[in-house]
T-cell receptor
Framework: DGGITQSPKYLFRKEGQNVTLSCEQN?????MYWYRQDPGQGLRLIYY???????QKGDIAEGYSVSREKKESFPLTVTSAQKNPTAFYLC????????????FGDGTRLSIL | SQQGEEDPQALSIQEGENATMNCSYK?????LQWYRQNSGRGLVHLIL?????REKHSGRLRVTLDTSKKSSSLLITASRAADTASYFC??????????????FGKGTLLTVNP
């Protein structure tokens, strides 16, 4: 079945540590996105990519980094510069174009040790 | 910045009743989408309505769009306990460079009691 796989489901970060969240899709979508969701809040866009080897900052990119070396993969690194990383992270993909619905993974919950 | 804002923040109804959720937004859009999120899961796309459409149906869902008031509503008819979830509206901006981005509201938490 086609879909988006995020791993791990739960992740713990120590002080000063970088952690990487995985996102893989087999939907043949060009565009991929990373969102952050805090309790009782909507989704805020961290980074997005419309094509391999290219990505753009979203609304809250500080403290995060991404890469897009393959069409299927869009990993997100939460760096030590992100001082409040505890949140639910969601990855999504879509075909190109503003009328395309986004397909979401089931998220990674990141907590601080 | 968050463009869409849902109202109410929370809604509790009995099974079989209808549920109506509203979304307001600030700038011009190409389309508006509604998503559903079960607790601890990712979002699932429900329905998309284009700016030149006024109403759209999909099963028990009915969406309306009023671009003059910059608002949309999602109606779920004959609700079921399985409809319990958070519902989000999402808009795409017409401003340059943001055509592929969606802006999500904070959501409405719907609880359907058996």
């Amino acid at each position: 079945d086609g879909g988006i796989t995020q791993s791990p489901k739960y992740l713990f970060r120590k002080e000063g540590q970088n952690v990487t969240l995985s996102c893989e899709q087999n939907l043949n979508h060009d565009a991929m996105y990373w969102y952050r969701q805090d309790p009782g809040q909507g989704l805020r866009l961290i980074y997005y990519s419309q094509i391999v080897n290219d990505f753009q900052k979203g609304d809250i990119a500080e403290g995060y980094s991404v890469s897009r070396e393959k069409k299927e993969s869009f990993p997100l690194t939460v760096t030590s510069a992100q001082k409040n990383p505890t949140a639910f992270y969601l990855c999504a993909s879509s075909m190109m174009g503003s009328t395309s619905p986004q397909h979401f993974g089931d998220g990674t919950r990141l907590s601080i040790l | 910045s968050q463009q869409g804002e849902e109202d109410p923040q929370a809604l509790s109804i009995q099974e079989g009743e209808n549920a109506t959720m509203n979304c307001s937004y600030k700038t011009s859009i190409n389309n508006l989408q509604w998503y559903r999120q079960n607790s601890g899961r990712g979002l699932v796309h429900l329905i998309l309505i284009r700016s030149n459409e006024r109403e759209k149906h999909s099963g028990r869902l009915r969406v309306t769009l009023d671009t003059s008031k910059k608002s949309s509503s999602l109606l779920i008819t004959a609700s079921r306990a399985a409809d319990t979830a958070s519902y989000f509206c999402a808009t795409d901006g017409r401003s340059g460079g943001s055509n592929y981005k969606l802006t999500f509201g904070k959501g409405t938490l719907l609880t359907v009691n058996p």
